[in-house]
């Protein structure tokens, strides 16, 4: 029951900026747009969240549009170890925090 | 500031039997949540406890329970168990308050059912 749609994989070069869409059209004005990454075998690694401003880390940009039903996340340089199953999530705090299939990324040198 | 720590990490069980998993949430957590992870079925939401008490609970049968305790760590038992049981099982800690903030995971718990 993810809340998101997201492409299945795709391939980036390396060095440059990766941009990773996700679909949220049902989204509730109290959820928040959550980014993860899942390197093989390892617990997912927390990127970046954001309501509704975009948000930047030393991670990642996160684009939000204005009515809240797509966002994109930008790795701006990506590197070979940025390859990993990105995932989209919208969650409220209390709820269950539900993850989709992802998007495979691969960084090609 | 220590991560999210669960143990054991690696797991080898016999059908039938059952086994215990532990998790210890970043200090000042109060919120747990467990995650079985196959390849077939990506990362599915076990449970989530928060001040002792469950508080959201994914679609997985009774033979999958967990508590908290008083200082918020956590445990996962599986009874019964089964081969498909077989699967990475994660626990993730956030503060749990109303505020939305970051969950953090643990590196797993990789469970074997033979």
């Known amino acids: 029951d993810a809340k998101t749609t997201q492409p299945t994989s795709m391939d980036c070069a390396e060095g440059r900026a990766a941009n990773l869409p996700c679909n949220h059209s049902t989204i509730s004005g109290n959820e928040y747009v959550y980014w993860y990454r899942q390197i093989h075998s390892q617990g997912p690694q927390y990127i970046i969240h954001g309501l509704k401003n975009n948000e930047t880390n030393e991670m990642a940009s996160l684009i939000i549009t204005e009515d809240r039903k797509s966002s994109t996340l930008i790795l701006p340089h990506a590197t070979l170890r940025d390859t990993a199953v990105y995932y989209c999530i919208v969650w409220a705090a209390g709820n269950k925090l539900t993850f989709g299939g992802g998007t495979r990324v691969l960084v090609k040198p | 500031k220590a991560g999210v720590t669960q143990t054991p990490r690696y797991l080898i069980k016999t059908r039938g039997q059952q086994v215990t998993l532990s998790c210890s949430p970043i200090s000042g957590h109060r919120s747990v949540s467990w995650y079985q992870q196959t390849p077939g079925q990506g990362l599915q939401f076990l449970f989530e406890?928060?001040?002792?008490?469950?508080?959201n609970k994914g679609n997985f049968p009774g033979r999958f329970s967990g508590r908290q305790f008083s200082n918020s760590r956590s445990e996962m038992n599986v009874s019964t168990l089964e081969l498909g049981d077989s699967a990475l099982y994660l626990c993730?800690?956030?503060?749990?308050?109303?505020?939305?903030?970051?969950?953090?995971f643990g590196q797993g718990t990789r469970l074997t059912v033979v």
């Open positions: 993730a800690s956030s503060l749990g308050s109303n505020m939305n903030t970051e969950a953090f």
């Open positions: 406890y928060f001040s002792e008490t469950q508080r």
